[in-house]
């Protein structure tokens, strides 16, 4: 059968599933790791039950983000033709309507919600509250400054707790709070990047920015990454289900080195305004990410 193809300069060849996968931006599904920490650091990476339930959390965080995605981009379509970038996403350019957008968007949150019963009802529950949560965040928390990266952030840390639910295993109240800051410092650098980038018209795009001035954001990245900093190194020798010999305070070196080479993207380079994106465009960011993972878990094994 052939695919319907949408009309317009701009979506020519464009096909209506290619327009839902655009929508559902595969390229951002890597935050959805974090859902991973409890299966390693607590050391369970070793049980096949566990590890299936902990690729089932991914799956189900990964459909209930598509479906936050779609309703942000419904929402947002009006302001996102405004913008630089965002105004070629399928709503705003005109590839998908919608209607065919909402129904989608439904069957997806349908899908999350049902795979994650499956792993457990506790992690239904956590899965359940990111939903309302973001809901609500589409609705009005994203206008208001400050809260509306708090929110993103509070995101991260459910995915963390689902994660350590899902192979039922308690997760470091350290960890948490270190995915929350770490997640705040990004949130922050891409707040500070569409300042930059949009300037006066800023507030056109993102009412939150007409909150913020540059100063201000300057700040917030300032103080969120020296908090994460602080809070995973405390993590490496003070949370129990690292090894007892601190051994683990080698890598901290690891996301110094990260968060430092992000600031310098932001403030060197005008970058930022994608974070999941320089994790696979800086060579830099990703080598000590990927080397800091190996680390971690051959620590995490042979530590004692």
């Known amino acids: 059968m052939t695919q319907t193809r949408v009309r317009g300069r701009s979506n020519r060849g464009l096909s209506v599933s290619s327009a839902l996968l655009r929508l559902s931006r595969p390229h951002q599904w890597i935050k959805n790791s974090v859902v991973l920490a409890g299966l390693v650091f607590a050391e369970v990476s070793d049980q096949p039950r566990a590890v299936a339930n902990a690729l089932l959390a991914v799956l189900a965080f990964i459909l209930a983000s598509v479906a936050i995605y779609v309703s942000n981009d419904i929402h947002d379509a ?3 033709r405004m913008h630089p970038t965002k105004r070629w996403r399928p709503i705003a350019r005109g590839a998908v309507s ?4 909402s129904r989608f968007g439904v069957v997806v949150a349908l ?7 499956t792993v457990s009802w506790e992690f239904l529950g956590i899965v359940g509250l990111y939903l309302v949560m973001m809901a609500f965040y589409n609705q009005a928390l994203k206008r208001i400054p400050i809260l509306d990266v708090v929110v993103i952030a509070l995101g991260f840390v459910f995915r ?4 350590a639910i899902a192979v039922d295993t308690p997760i470091s109240p350290w960890l948490l709070v270190c995915a929350f800051l770490l997640a705040l410092f990004l949130g922050f650098g891409k707040r500070r990047a569409e300042f930059m980038l949009l300037g006066d018209g800023a507030g056109r795009h993102r009412r939150s920015l007409e909150g913020y001035t540059l100063p201000l954001l300057d700040q ?8 994460a900093l602080v809070t995973y190194a405390v993590y490496t020798f003070d949370a129990s289900s690292v090894p007892d010999n ?3 305070v080698i890598t901290v070196p690891l996301v110094a080195f990260a968060l430092f080479r992000y600031m310098y ?4 380079k005008n970058l930022g305004g994608s974070p999941e994106s320089l994790l ?3 060579r830099w960011i990703l080598s000590s990410v990927v080397v800091w993972a190996v680390l971690a878990l051959v620590l995490m094994e042979t530590g004692s």
């Open 220 to 227: 917030l990245l300032r103080v969120s990454a020296g908090s």
């Open 98 to 101: 919608p209607v065919v957008a």
């Open 160 to 163: 963390a707790m689902g994660g």
């Open 78 to 80: 009006e302001a996102d």
């Open 280 to 282: 696979y465009r800086d």
């Open 246 to 248: 601190d051994v683990m």
């Open 111 to 117: 899908a999350s919600v049902l795979l994650a019963a």
């Open 265 to 268: 993207l932001i403030y060197g």
